[in-house]
């Protein structure tokens, strides 16, 4: 829980009108996630998809967490009141965000050629 201020990259996702805010942060080197955090405003439902998200793709590469699935989160905790599914989803769209925020960095750091912008330094 918590954020990373020097993130490799950052997703956030949600409805502030639903209550439901949830923002992704990812450490990443040499392809793989080292550190994950989260931060989420939003029920109880919404924290533990969040947490229980984090802690999947902690140490997987990238293409391993974007296999993530609201489902295997779901799975993972166990079950969720039909009423809360939805905060599985917001979980996987966040990390997925992340990614593609990452992704996004590399490209305009070194125009696209796929070098690992966290491996530098």
């Known amino acids: ?3 990373i201020p020097d993130a490799d990259g950052v997703g956030k996702v949600g409805n502030p009108v639903c209550g439901d805010m949830m923002t992704i942060y990812l450490k990443i080197k040499n392809g793989i996630i080292t550190d994950c955090r989260f931060e989420t405003f939003g029920c109880v439902a919404a924290i533990a998809s969040s947490s229980m998200a984090t802690e999947l793709i ?3 590469t990238i293409e391993e967490a974007l296999k993530l699935t609201n489902k295997s989160v779901v799975s993972e905790l166990e079950g969720l009141p ?3 599914v939805h905060c599985s989803v917001l979980a996987e769209q966040a990390i997925k965000a992340a ?3 990452y992704k996004s960095k590399i490209q305009s750091t070194h125009g696209g050629n796929g070098e690992d912008i966290s491996s530098e330094g």
């Open 1 to 3: 829980m918590g954020s």
């Open 82 to 84: 039909p009423v809360k």
């Open 99 to 101: 990614i593609e925020d």
């Open 58 to 60: 902690k140490n997987k």
